[in-house]
């Protein structure tokens, strides 16, 4: 696209990370800063609710910081939990309550709105004294406050983006997989946000709802306002303000590339995922909601290789019960009867996170409590998971798979607490498919290393990419800064996914890939030469890896891994790949 910046109009770059272009008017979230809360009338007769919710979060404040100061005080003595008397003063001050309250009434507006605002008075004033003691006070009322902010709107920033009214770019400082889940697809064309980067979950949701997103934009949420109009290009990662007319129509001919190449695509949607050299592959989809069920066919999907089924837990006080579960899974195996539907146990932590108040922040949340971990210790949790997957195995072609295993120890564990599932359900007469297939993902290098004894346990493996990069290589997959090294090619991540297939294949089990990189038709190809049997990608990458494949020779594949397991240069495994992907299937790489 245009190269050339045309007067007026703003060129923000980022990473592109969810293909397509939007245009239209922009809402800002705008950096969040935590103690800043949208505003917005209430009517008249609604003002008393708010200022009940308003009281109820205080209440509901006061019970954390009280339950908080318990813990504090069992664990490090009292001196250490006095520090929480000074917030449940502030708590309990009259003084500001009044003016809150006498705010909401006088403007009638939003509780959350007017608490922010005067706590924000309160703090300036307390900043501007040169003194210690206030400034240790100032602290205090920020935590409270934002404690209270919490409460009152359940999450953050999702207020705003709950009241969008009319079809707008959403751009944010972040956005959580929680938040991006919540979008209104009838009105939000698409987001751009400062942080993130290709292989975060709100990067994939973005890819799985099919819209035009781009991330790593720094600063963006501070330089544009709501109301301006804007042109978001998630091809190239581009965000363009107020854009001219002459880009308005390049872009204009771009779509209509697109969708010419879109029909192309669309013809191989009903053939077999082959080589011409008659090499089967087996073609999933990633599913991350319900909602997207027939997008597995018609993309062209040979049923679902990953269903990361922790977006039924998010967004809600309480987790699913098991028969809330049942019905979920059930659903999706009758549904894509016969084909197979992989069924990944929970994989909460890291940048999905259960809406729990009174847990603190981890610091290093992708090495901390996250998925087997979690489900592990919460075995209620985890069985509840596993009896509603083994119920909805009767109905279809269900296969159970856990994420994160980093060791042997951990896979016994979890095939240990299937089997007393089995055990339960079998007395309870309630019935399930004896011979179900269970998997581990391979996405920590212990794993990989690791492959050949833990293949001796499972019926699959399927390598998770998109963690084993980054953990491989020490390189966080939601940090922008550090997007440059964040390199599927390098030879160290290479060398475990090949291992990780030998050691499958050495054990007569098969191994698919179901991290971001199986849907990059660059990359599939030398997934596929490593010898993977399977690939897994949103439903929207399906039909790209279908046209490359059908357009291919596995012999070609080989070659090009074989290069690659000698190489010592990502790079120049990138470049080789490059070039056979464009050699064979140069329409998909059409400059856009
Ligand atoms: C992966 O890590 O590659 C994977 C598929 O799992 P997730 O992206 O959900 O962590
Ligand atoms: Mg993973």
Redesign the pocket.
């Known amino acids: 696209m245009p190269e050339l910046v045309r007067a007026g109009e703003r060129w923000l770059r980022g990473i592109p990370v969810s293909a397509g272009v939007a245009r239209g008017k922009l809402v800002v979230v705008g950096r969040q800063h935590d103690l800043e809360m949208p505003r917005y009338p209430v009517p008249a007769e609604a003002l008393p609710a708010e200022t009940t919710r308003l009281e109820q979060a205080l209440t509901q404040t006061r019970e954390q910081l009280l339950a908080i100061q318990h813990r504090v005080r069992n664990a490090m003595g009292s001196g250490d939990a006095e520090i929480f008397d000074a917030q449940l003063l502030l708590l309990d001050d009259p003084v500001l309550l009044e003016e809150v309250i006498k705010f909401i009434r006088s403007e009638g507006i939003n509780a959350e709105h007017a608490f922010a605002e005067v706590s924000n008075r309160y703090l300036s004033a307390l900043s501007e004294i040169d003194d210690p003691y206030l400034r240790e006070r100032a602290v205090d009322m920020r935590d409270v406050t934002r404690r209270v902010l919490h409460n009152l709107v359940g999450h953050e920033d999702n207020t705003l983006l709950a009241q969008l009214h009319e079809p707008c770019i959403v751009v944010a400082h972040d956005l959580t997989p929680s938040q991006t889940a919540l979008l209104n697809r009838a009105l939000v064309l698409g987001f751009a946000t400062d942080q993130g980067s290709q292989?975060s979950?709100t990067a994939?949701l973005a890819r799985s709802l099919r819209l035009p997103a781009v991330t790593g934009l720094v600063d963006a949420s501070l330089r544009l306002r709501t109301g301006e109009y804007a042109l978001l290009d998630g091809f190239n990662g581009v965000l363009i303000a107020s854009p001219t007319d002459a880009t308005l129509f390049e872009y204009g001919q771009l779509a209509k590339k697109q969708l010419a190449l879109e029909e192309r695509l669309s013809e191989v949607r009903d053939q077999p995922a082959v080589t011409l050299d008659a090499a089967r592959v087996t073609l999933s989809a990633n599913l991350e909601s319900l909602d997207e069920i027939p997008d597995v066919r018609s993309f062209g999907a040979e049923g679902v290789g990953?269903f990361?089924t922790e977006y039924l837990f998010l967004n809600r006080e309480t987790p699913p019960d098991e028969e809330e579960q049942f019905q979920a899974y059930h659903r999706v195996a009758a549904a894509l009867h016969p084909q197979p539907v992989i069924i990944r146990t929970l994989?909460l932590g890291g940048d999905k996170v259960l809406q729990r108040r009174d847990e603190p922040a981890e610091s290093n949340p992708f090495l901390g409590w996250r998925a087997i971990r979690i489900c592990l210790q919460e075995l209620d949790l985890f069985r509840a998971q596993l009896r509603a997957i083994l119920r909805a195995s009767v109905v279809g072609n269900v296969k159970l798979m856990y994420?994160m295993i980093s060791g042997l120890d951990e896979l016994n564990q979890a095939n240990e607490v299937v089997e007393q599932c089995k055990i339960e359900l079998r007395a309870e007469g309630k019935p399930f498919d004896a011979q179900i297939e269970v998997g581990a993902m391979i996405?920590i290098p212990a794993a990989a290393m690791e492959a050949e004894t833990l293949a001796s346990r499972v019926k699959f493996f399927s390598i998770?990419?998109?963690?084993?990069v980054q953990y491989t290589l020490a390189v966080d997959r939601l940090n922008p800064k550090i997007a440059h090294l964040y390199d599927p090619t390098h030879p160290a991540v290479l060398h475990l996914i090949h291992r990780t297939i030998q050691a499958a294949h050495a054990r007569g089990i098969w191994a698919g890939v179901?991290?971001e990189m199986a849907g990059d038709p660059v990359l599939a190809a030398l997934l596929l030469g490593l010898g993977a049997d399977e690939l897994s990608a949103a439903p929207g990458r399906v039909p790209a890896v279908k046209f490359l494949i059908r357009r291919l020779k596995i012999s070609e594949a080989r070659n090009l891994a074989a290069f690659a397991l000698q190489c010592e240069s990502s790079a120049e495994i990138l470049q080789q790949a490059r070039e056979l992907a464009t050699a064979v299937a140069s329409d998909l790489f059409e400059k856009t």
């Open positions: 292989t979950h994939i990953l990361r994989d994420p996405e998770g990419t998109n963690d084993l179901c991290g």
